[in-house]
């Protein structure tokens, strides 16, 4: 059974689906405006690995993307299907907007980052608008004036996926994890302005502080969003204080972890954040436990 990695998450795919089928029935943060009818671009992602296990490259993405965008590994997740069992990873343009976004505009943020996340918007609306013409055309010989007005094929379980995918970006279940450490070059248009990066011991077990005497620092912070309790500014304050993991979270003291996110050591107790990043960390070294 293939795995496809969606934003930095592992999720089990089957041969035959296409990417965005995976990504709206696990909640993975990509867009499906027109229903995978193939012109609205905002499932469009870029390939980081495995391109060879996904079909050729369709009429409407060739229409709607360009030559240029599919050049540098950009395919619409409606239009590419998986038919290898190899490993497959993929990062969304609506995933890529919403961490430029928070890197540009949260605490601390730099003017580099706030003009990379303009300088993305203003790429992709340029190279969208210039290929609407024959983008445009080709849907309309392909699936008609009415699919192209009225594309839902199902309304209620278009709202149903869209709540489950704002759910799960906003806070809710973060879905099965990959645990890696990775370092990446960062594309000149579209790219991950930070790289997600974990550090956790695979040993078993809980008491292996000493691990994070000297902890890496990551180039974006990690997302600490799934603890209740823990929003953008708590995330922010962790990251700058040195904190960059579940289990590094759980390791340290409640006064510490006040210190640190200028808050009351007793907020922290009251709101469990080191046991819940407890049960997070075990999820994470376990994908398949499940809640009781």
Not at 126 to 144: C, E, I, R, W, Y
Request: hydrophobic share 35%; proline share 5%; with cysteine.
């Amino acid at each position: 059974m293939p795995e496809v990695i969606i934003n930095g998450r592992a999720y089990k795919a089957r041969v035959g689906e296409k990417v965005m089928d995976v990504a709206r029935r696990n909640g993975a943060h990509m867009g499906f405006v027109c229903d995978g009818r193939g012109y609205c671009s905002t499932c469009e992602c870029k390939v980081k690995a495995g391109e060879e296990e996904l079909s050729g490259i369709t009429r409407l993405e060739k229409a709607w993307l360009g030559e240029s965008r599919l050049q540098r590994g950009y395919r619409l997740g409606c239009q590419a299907v998986i038919e290898g069992d190899g490993p497959l990873e993929v990062i969304t343009r609506a995933e890529m907007l919403r961490r430029q976004f928070f890197a540009s505009f949260a605490g601390g943020a730099s003017l580099s980052n706030t003009r990379r996340f303009f300088g993305t918007l203003t790429n992709i609306t340029v190279d969208h608008l210039s290929q609407a013409p024959s983008g445009v055309s080709t849907t309309f010989s392909k699936v008609g004036p009415l699919r192209f007005f009225v594309p839902w094929r199902n309304v209620g379980e278009f709202v149903s996926d869209t709540g489950h995918v704002v759910d799960t970006t906003l806070g809710g279940s973060p879905g099965p994890s990959k645990v890696k450490v990775e370092v990446e070059e960062i594309d000149e248009d579209f790219d991950e302005p930070f790289t997600t990066t974990e550090v956790v011991p695979t040993a078993p077990g809980f008491t292996v502080l000493e691990s994070y005497s000297t902890p890496v620092k990551p180039i974006k912070p990690f997302d600490f969003l799934p603890i209740d309790d823990i929003g953008e500014v708590f995330n922010e304050r962790l990251f700058e204080g040195g904190i960059y993991s579940y289990r590094q979270l759980a390791a340290t003291s409640p006064e510490k972890l006040a210190e640190i996110c200028e808050t009351n050591a007793e907020r922290v107790v009251r709101n469990q954040w080191r046991e819940q990043a407890t049960r997070l960390a075990g999820k994470r070294e376990n994908p398949s436990t499940t809640e009781d």
